[in-house]
C-alpha cells in the first residue's frame, strides 16, 4: 500500500483533538474531519471535514455511509460514545466498503459504555473494582452517584449523608451508586491488536483537570496496573484505542470504568510511546503491530490553549456571529415567589370556599409543602389535596394556579439591563419551563414581552431543561451560534447543563429559592444582580 492513508478522525471540535491529529499527520497520514458542531476549530483546520448528525442520531449512520463512499478512508477513529455504540453495531457494513473501523465490536462496547456491566465483568475476571451498592438502604457514606450510561464526569455527585443521596438519586434517570474511593487518579491509555492483546499501556497520573480534561499529567511505571489492565484488554478485546480509569488509595488500586476510544489527555501517552501511532498505521494497513518495548517514565505534560480566527466568509456555519443572550424566567427576571403565593392565596380562598375549610390552615400548608419541597416538587398540590381528603380538586386547583393574573414586577434593575442591551445590539430570547399559557401571561404581566427576540416554551417541544433541545432552538430562532451566545439562569439543578452542552457561556443569577445550592460545573460565572452583566465587556465579551 504505497498511496498515503486516510483516516476519518471524529469529534475535531474538542479542544484536546488536535495533538493526535497532529501527530497523525506528522506521520503521514491525510487525516479527514468530521464533527456535529458546525463551528468546530478541526474543520476549520482540516483540508477536509465534514458536519454530521450526533451518534445518537437516527441520521447518523447515513451521514457517515455517503461519507466513507465518498473520501474512501482506509479507517474510522471515532470518540464520543453514542458515536462508538452507533458506529461498532455497523462496523460489518462499515469494513465492507474497505474502512477499518479502529473499535472493540459491539458488544464490547455496550459493555464499557454500562458501568454496571463493566462491573460485572471486573468482579467476574477478579478486577478490583469499588463496590456498587444494590439500592439505597445498603449503602455506606460518603459514596458516589453517576449515570449508568453516562461518560466523563458529566452528573458525577458525591453524597455524604442519606438526605445527600436522595437529592442526587432524583436529578439521574439511571443512578449507578459506587463506593466513594479516595486517592491518586489515573488513567490508562492502551493501544491493542484485534485479538485485544495490549501493544501499548501507558498508565498516566492526572495533576491537574479543567471540566474533567486532563492539563496537566505524568506517566507512571505501575506494574500492576499495567498487568491488570492486560487482563481488561483481552477480556473486553479492547481492538484500536482505549483509555482506563483507576484510582491508587491506601487500600490498593480499584478500576472504574473504560472508554474504547482515546482519552483527552492520551497524547501524554503517544509522545511517550511513538509506538502507538506506528503500530496504529500499521494495523490500517493490515501489518502485523510489533508490541511496545516501553514508554518514558516520568514524562510530563502541560497543557495550553490555542486559538482559530475566522473570517465571517470562511464559516462552515453560515449563520452570523451575532451575540445573543438568553434568559431563564422565573427567579432569575422576577422573583417566583410573587407568583406562588398570590397563587396559593386564591387556592386557599377557593378551597375554604367550597369546602368549609380553614384558608389560614390551608394556605400555611401550602406555603410549608412548596418551601420544603420546592417548586420543582410535581406533586405539590396532590400532597395538600390528600392532606384535606379532597383528591377529585385536582383539576380544579391546578387550573386556578396556571390562570393566576394578580399583579407581579420584574427585580428593579431588569427592564434597564434589557434596554441596555437592546441599545448594544445583543439578541435576547427567554426559555421557560411550565404551563404554555401561563409563562405567556407571566411575560406580558411583567412587561417584558416587547424586548425579547425569540422566546421558547419548553412544554411545546416536549423537552423541559435540563435538555439541549430547548437551547438549539433558540439558537436557530435567534440565528445565533452557542459559541457566542450567552445564558443566564438560578438554578443550578435544571438551568445550565443544557446550555453548557451546547457550547454556551452560562451565568447563573444568585436570586430565589436555589440560591443556597452549591454551584456545579455547568456554571461558568455568578453574579447577584443581572445589571452586573452590563459591566461585564471584556469577561463575557457582551455588547
Not at 509506538?275 to 494497513?285: G, P, R
Not at 451575532?322 to 392565596?345: C, H, P, R, S, V
Not at 416538587?377 to 393566576?404: A, H, T
Not at 435538555?467 to 438560578?490: C, H, T, W
Amino acid at each position: 500500500m504505497n498511496e498515503k492513508i486516510k483516516v476519518i478522525r471524529s469529534a475535531v471540535g474538542s479542544m484536546t483533538s488536535w495533538g493526535l491529529i497532529e501527530e497523525l499527520q506528522k506521520a503521514g497520514v491525510e487525516v479527514i474531519g468530521m464533527d456535529s458542531n458546525p463551528i468546530s476549530f478541526g474543520l476549520h483546520l482540516l483540508k477536509k471535514s465534514y458536519i454530521v448528525p450526533r451518534g445518537d442520531d437516527p441520521n447518523f449512520i447515513k451521514g457517515i455511509l455517503k461519507i466513507v463512499d465518498k473520501t474512501q478512508p482506509d479507517a474510522i477513529l471515532s470518540g464520543p460514545e453514542e458515536e462508538l455504540l452507533t458506529l461498532s453495531k455497523n462496523k460489518e457494513i462499515i469494513e465492507e466498503r474497505g474502512t477499518l473501523l479502529l473499535c472493540p465490536d459491539y458488544e464490547y462496547v455496550e459493555i464499557c459504555t454500562d458501568k454496571r456491566k463493566t462491573n460485572e465483568v471486573f468482579n467476574r475476571i477478579g478486577i478490583p473494582t469499588p463496590e456498587l451498592f444494590t439500592d439505597a438502604d445498603s449503602v455506606k457514606f460518603p459514596c458516589m452517584i453517576k449515570p449508568r450510561f453516562g461518560r466523563g464526569s458529566s452528573d458525577i455527585y458525591i453524597a455524604k449523608n442519606e438526605e445527600n443521596l436522595r437529592f442526587y438519586l432524583k436529578k439521574i434517570e439511571e443512578p449507578v451508586i459506587q463506593e466513594f474511593v479516595q486517592g491518586e487518579e489515573y488513567t490508562v491509555d492502551i493501544l491493542a491488536d484485534k485479538d485485544g492483546n495490549a501493544l501499548s499501556i501507558v498508565p498516566r497520573s492526572r495533576l491537574g483537570t479543567e471540566s474533567g480534561i486532563s492539563v496537566k499529567g505524568k506517566t507512571v511505571y505501575d506494574k500492576e496496573i499495567i498487568d491488570y489492565c492486560k487482563k481488561i484488554a483481552k477480556e473486553l478485546k479492547l481492538f484500536g484505542p482505549s483509555c482506563i480509569q483507576c484510582i491508587r488509595s491506601k487500600e490498593g488500586v480499584k478500576f472504574i470504568e473504560v472508554n474504547t476510544r482515546f482519552g483527552g489527555g492520551s497524547i501524554l501517552s503517544i509522545k511517550a510511546d511513538p509506538t502507538i501511532i506506528s503500530n496504529l498505521i500499521k494495523m490500517i494497513k493490515g501489518e502485523k503491530p510489533e508490541p511496545s518495548k516501553g514508554f518514558k517514565e516520568g514524562f510530563v505534560m502541560l497543557r495550553y490553549y490555542s486559538e482559530v480566527f475566522i473570517e465571517g466568509g470562511d464559516q462552515k456555519d453560515k449563520r452570523s456571529f451575532m451575540k445573543a443572550i438568553i434568559f431563564d424566567l422565573d427567579n432569575t427576571l422576577y422573583d417566583a415567589e410573587q407568583y406562588y403565593i398570590g397563587a396559593f392565596k386564591r387556592t386557599a380562598n377557593y378551597l375554604s370556599g367550597k369546602y368549609n375549610l380553614s384558608k389560614q390552615e390551608i394556605y400555611k400548608r401550602l406555603v410549608n409543602l412548596w418551601k420544603e419541597k420546592t417548586s420543582m416538587y410535581s406533586r405539590l398540590f396532590n400532597d395538600l389535596l390528600d392532606f384535606f381528603n379532597l383528591g377529585n380538586e385536582l383539576e380544579n386547583v391546578i387550573k386556578i394556579f396556571n390562570n393566576y393574573d394578580g399583579e407581579i414586577k420584574p427585580y428593579p434593575d431588569v427592564i434597564p439591563t434589557v434596554k441596555e442591551l437592546k441599545k448594544r445590539n445583543c439578541k435576547l430570547g427567554i426559555i421557560t419551563d411550565g404551563n404554555v399559557e401561563r409563562q405567556k401571561r407571566k411575560i406580558k404581566s411583567l412587561g417584558l414581552d416587547r424586548f425579547f427576540d425569540a422566546i421558547v416554551f419548553t412544554k411545546e417541544l416536549d423537552n423541559p431543561k435540563p435538555s439541549e433541545i430547548p437551547f438549539r432552538e433558540a439558537m436557530d430562532k435567534l440565528k445565533a451560534i452557542p459559541q457566542n451566545s450567552l445564558y443566564v439562569g438560578d438554578n443550578p439543578l435544571i438551568d445550565f447543563e443544557g446550555a453548557k452542552k451546547v457550547g454556551m457561556k452560562t451565568i447563573r443569577v444568585l436570586k430565589g429559592g436555589f440560591r443556597d445550592i452549591p454551584e456545579n460545573r455547568y456554571i461558568d460565572y455568578e453574579i447577584n444582580e443581572l445589571k452586573e452583566l452590563l459591566n461585564m465587556r471584556e469577561k463575557y465579551e457582551i455588547g
